[in-house]
Structure formats: structure tokens, C-alpha cells
């Protein structure tokens, strides 16, 4: 296996190498056949195998001795561990660099761009990813149930924008006052359809709408420290923006799983005006407002969708600790 400079990543194998390279885009493989002529002897030494940077198998090493399974946060002093580690991380140490062609801005961006992600490692503790998002493509809002992650900006400018739920869950019904005056005006002419149509739409914002507070809402460069949200705190929902394109290492522990019911959720937001009515906004001062914001559960979105490509950078040793 060789890391090359001129795509992501290059593996040989035999007589074919698989090189991932960015194309229209997209992160995206490439097989080519070596010449036939060429000895196994002489691809033998052209052939290199890289060793796994000390900090990549800390990392690894770190995570199988801190992460516990779903609900269970970390201590301060291993968050701590882990972002050490992951401050230290460079491009260079998943194969990665800032000369390869994909991060390169092109500055012409037709439609919506896919993000692409890989897998260094997971197991049902924890799992390490690299997502790589081209210039303008979003990972839209979405939350982490149950789960501490970190996130590790290696490359790009990237916009983040956080929430967390404000707790209790319903400390502020949305347009509770619009629905009360509607029906104590004893002289408002209102047809029966017209009743159903509005107690609908208040059951569907009451059910659907919740208030979350602002919790980043700015540009990361690379390098930049490592950020962390945990199950209630630190911006447990994100949407990540790439002002340039970006590759992020995400730690996330622990991963995502359909069959333990932590699925990813997707959400949209709206401004805490727009759910609230006049006595609610001036109990609340302007700063605050600000801060605060209503999200809506939703489908996943079309720019939701990924495409996989596997890992082929430094790999980690998996040994017991
Ligand atoms: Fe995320």
C-alpha cells in the first residue's frame, strides 16, 4: 500500500492499484492495470507499506480503553485524553493532504455536491470516520442520540452551526396564545372546516417544532482545536457547511445504530420568532432570542445521502489492550 500525493490514496495489489481521487466533485476510485512487463520482484519494491502514525494508533488505542456504549459520557479527564490526541492530527497521519487535487477550490459548483465518507475503524464502542464534504456541500442538521463525538476539522474552512434541546420539552408551547385568543373571541365569524384546519395546524407545531438553543454558529479553519458534543450538551444536533472543501475526522462513540434505536434524526430550524407570539417574545430579551431557535423533525433530505468509499490510509493495528 503507498499514500500518493497525486490522489487520496493509492493501494496496490497485486497487479492493480485502486486510486481514490477527486472527479467532477466526488471522491471517487480509479483501477488501472500496471504493465504486464513489470516483475513481481520489481512491484515488490515499489510497493510501500506505510506505518501507522503513533497518533492514529493512540487514537484507536485511547478510544478501546474510554468508550463504555450508548448514554455513557466519557469523563473530563479522557475527553481531554482524546482531544490531545486529535490536536495533534494531521492529514497526513489518515493519508491525507492539503496538495491533493481534491481540495483544491474549483470555484465553479454545479447543483449539489454528494459528500463522501470512510470508515478507519468501528466497532459497537466507537467508531472513526472521515466525511469529505466539496466546496458548498452540506451534512444538514442532524442529531447524535445517545452519543459523545468528536470532531476533528484536518483540512478546509467549513461553517457549524449547533443546537441543543431546551429543556423541559414543552417550557414554551409554540403559539399557545394565538390558539387561546382565536377561540375566546366571541365575535369572530368561523366556519367548522376553518376550526379543524387551525386545530390541526397547532397540533402538528406543537408536535413538531421544538425549542433548541444556539450553540456554534461560526467558520472553523483547519487547523483548528477539536470540537465535542455529548448526549445533551455541546450541540448535540450540527450541520456542517463547507465554505472550502473540507475533510473532517468525526470520533463517535458510540456509533449510529438502527438495531439499538440511535438512527440519525434530520431537522430543520427556524428563528424563535417564528413560532412565537408577542407576550412570549418580550418576556424574552432581544440577546436571548438570538440565541434561541424552534427545529422541526424531518425526512431525511436529498443532500443527506453519501457515498462510501473505503479507507485505505495508514492502517491502525488492532491488538488487545
Ligand atoms: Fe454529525
Redesign the pocket.
Known sequence: MTVETGGLVEQSKNNITTTVKHVNNRVRYGNKTEKKNRSYKKMRREVVFPRVPDVLQQLFVSCTQIFRGPGFVPPASDVNKLCDILDKMKPEDVGLSKSLQFFKPTGAVNGTPRVTYTTIYQCDQFSLCIFFLPETAV?PL?N?PEMT?F?KLLLGKMHIKSYDWVEPKDSIPPSKCEISIFFKSPNRIHSFIFDVIIIGLFFSLVVAVRLARLKANSVYTAPCNTSVLYPTTGGNM?Q?TAVTPCAVL?VLGPPYSKEDDRDCSYYKDFPYSAFSNEGETTRVSEEEREGLGWLEEIEAPENAVMDRIDYLGPQIIETSY
Request: hydrophobic share 40%; charged share 10%.
Open positions: 451534512i442532524h447524535h463525538v470532531s450540527h456542517f468525526d
